[in-house]
């Protein structure tokens, strides 16, 4: 299930600062982080949302991904972007203050893994419509029918 607490756990491990006993991310250490996970994560998500295979494509304007506020709550997103996208997002986030050069490191991963995720949508097929009227008007470019223009 794509929740905010897995996306938190998957950045907590990234950056190492999980229990190292049982691998828990319920420490002392990643409380602040888990304080400002939803905030954070919120800042993200419509950045994300183009490349998300859950993004309604008939949406006019700007489509907006839907909020969270709690660790429980699901995500509105595909499962690459909430594993191989979201947590680097996130860690690079949490970082900026703290590390900044780490920071930057899984802010750049997050921007790469971001621009493989919206690659990777297929697209649908649609036909092409000929505004300009040149294939009605002229059959197709071939045999020497550039002298026409």
């Not at 049982?22 to 002392?28: E, P, V, Y």
């Not at 419509?46 to 949406?59: E, G, I, K």
Request: with cysteine.
């Amino acid at each position: 299930m794509n929740t905010v607490q897995a996306v938190f756990d998957l950045a907590v491990h990234l950056m190492d600062a999980q229990n190292e006993a049982t691998g828990a991310t319920d420490t002392i250490a990643a409380r602040e982080y888990r304080h400002r996970t939803p905030s954070l994560l919120n800042s993200l998500l419509d950045r994300v949302y183009l490349s998300s295979a859950t993004c309604p494509v008939d949406t006019v304007g700007r489509p907006i991904c839907p909020k969270v506020s709690a660790m429980e709550d699901v995500l509105a997103l595909d499962e690459r972007i909430c594993t191989g996208v979201l947590p680097y997002g996130l860690a690079g986030l949490l970082l900026a203050e703290e590390d900044p050069q780490r920071a930057n490191f899984f802010w750049q991963t997050f921007l790469e893994q971001l621009h493989e995720a919206g690659q990777s949508l297929c697209g649908e097929d649609s036909p092409v419509v000929d505004v300009y009227g040149f294939e009605k008007d002229w059959g197709t470019i071939g045999l020497g029918r550039f002298a026409d223009w």
